[in-house]
């Protein structure tokens, strides 16, 4: 996965100060073990020679699994639930953030992020993501 994305991703990767991964919630974390976003952006980053910093964003509530909500239902599942720590706002603070994600549907998750990442000053948000899902709409899972 690591070796596709750079391939398509190594100029905005490049670009970027820092590599964030979408962070999972800590019980989520703990029930599964690992973040598929977070081994992700730590090969990413090594492969572009860029700092990878996972503690730049935390997830600040439990949200509901995105599997059967439409975009705007995604959107308020999403809505507050990532921010940056206080202690972490001036490594963000004019910085260019590549967001890795493993998979985007909607977007939601994309953009509440980016939205925690701007609130904590950075220039500029570019989002990463293995795989896109063409029509949500069509998933019967």
Same mark, same amino acid.
């Given at each position: 996965?690591? *070796?596709?994305?750079? *391939?398509?991703?190594? =100029?905005?990767?490049?670009?970027? =100060?820092? $590599?964030?991964?979408?962070?999972?919630?800590?019980?989520? /974390?703990?029930?599964?073990?690992?973040? %598929?976003?977070?081994?992700?952006?730590? *090969?990413?980053?090594?492969?572009?020679? +860029?700092?990878?910093?996972?503690? /730049?964003?935390? !997830?600040?509530?439990?949200?509901? %699994?995105?599997?059967? /909500?439409?975009?705007?239902?995604? +959107?308020?599942?999403?809505?507050?639930?990532? !921010? #940056?720590?206080?202690?972490?706002?001036?490594? $963000?603070?004019?910085?260019? #953030?590549?967001? #890795?994600?493993?998979?985007?549907?909607?977007?939601?998750?994309?953009?509440?992020?980016?939205?925690?990442?701007?609130?904590?000053?950075?220039?500029? #948000?570019?989002? /990463?993501?293995?795989?896109?899902?063409?029509?949500?709409? !069509?998933?019967? $899972?």
């Amino acid at each position: 996965m690591a *070796r596709m994305t750079t *391939r398509v991703g190594l =100029d905005l990767l490049r670009e970027a =100060d820092v $590599i964030v991964p979408v962070p999972l919630h800590r019980l989520r /974390l703990w029930r599964r073990r690992f973040n %598929q976003a977070a081994l992700l952006a730590q *090969r990413l980053a090594a492969s572009a020679q +860029r700092p990878y910093s996972p503690e /730049l964003l935390t !997830r600040t509530r439990r949200t509901r %699994q995105q599997v059967g /909500l439409d975009h705007e239902g995604r +959107r308020k599942n999403m809505r507050n639930a990532f !921010r #940056v720590p206080e202690a972490a706002m001036p490594e $963000i603070a004019g910085k260019r #953030v590549a967001l #890795v994600d493993d998979v985007r549907t909607t977007g939601a998750t994309a953009e509440a992020c980016a939205k925690a990442l701007k609130a904590a000053g950075a220039s500029h #948000v570019s989002v /990463l993501t293995f795989a896109l899902v063409l029509e949500p709409h !069509r998933l019967h $899972i």
